[in-house]
C-alpha cells in the first residue's frame, strides 16, 4: 500500500494503516523504550463511518528538568552510568527517558488525524510527578534549544493550546497548517519517492523525525533506516 507524495497529505484509511504498522514497528525495534499504542474510540452516531476511531498514544515519558545549572551534573550521572553499564546493549537514546531527580517532567504526547488538514497532528500535555499541569513557560525549558527559539518569536502560532479532539480537554498542538506542504518538499527531496510513491508505513516514520524534534522525541534511526530499506525493497518504486 502506499501514498501520494504530490500533495504531502494522507488519507484517514492511510493513517490507521500507518499507525498500525508504526506501533509493530516501535516494538520490534525499541524494545527498550517506551511503548506507543493504539487508542481505540468508540464509534458514536455523530462520527462519520469513514473517519479515524482512535489515535496513537506514548504517554508518561519522564523528562528531567534541563538548565544551564544542571548540565554538569547531568552529564556527570550519564558518565557514571556510561561506566555501570558497559557490558549491557546499549539503549537507544532516541527519547530523553529519565527516572530519576524531583523535577521530573512528564510527557504525554497523542498523534490524531485530522480530517481538515488531511495529516497527523502532535498533541501534547506536560505535568510534574504529582499531577499538576506545566504551563508553557516551564515546558519551554525542556525544548531543544532551536524550537525554544521559534516559541519566543511566534509563541502562540508555532504552539497553540486547543481542545484535545477526543479528550475533549485543554492540550498543546503544533499547528499542521504548513505540515502538507514540508511533507512534500520532503519526499520530492528523497530520490527514492522519484515516482512520487511511498509506502504508507513510512509516511508517519517521515512525519515523526520531524516533528519529534521540535518538542526532544526523536524517531530511532533504526526505524528510518528500515522504512528506507522497506521502500527500496519494495516494487513501489521501480
Known sequence: MAVSSLDGTISSSDFCAAASAFVERWKMINTRLPPWSWVPYPESPWIASNEVKGYLSLESVCLLRFNEE????????????????????????????????HDAHYYDFHIVYSTIYRVPVLFFRAYYNDGQTLVLDDIQKDLPFITTKVLMETKWTFISQEEHPYLHRPWYTLHPCGTSKWMNLLFLSDASAAIDRVPVERYLVSWLSVVGQVVGLKVPLEMLKHSSQMANSSGIFG
Not at 554538569?72 to 531527580?101: F, I, N, W
Request: aromatic fraction near 4%; include cysteine.
Open 70 to 101: 544542571k548540565h554538569e551534573e547531568a552529564s556527570h550521572v550519564e558518565k557514571q552510568e556510561s561506566c555501570c553499564e558497559e557490558t549491557v546493549e546499549p539503549m537507544d537514546k532516541a527519547l530523553l527517558v529519565q527516572r530519576y531527580g
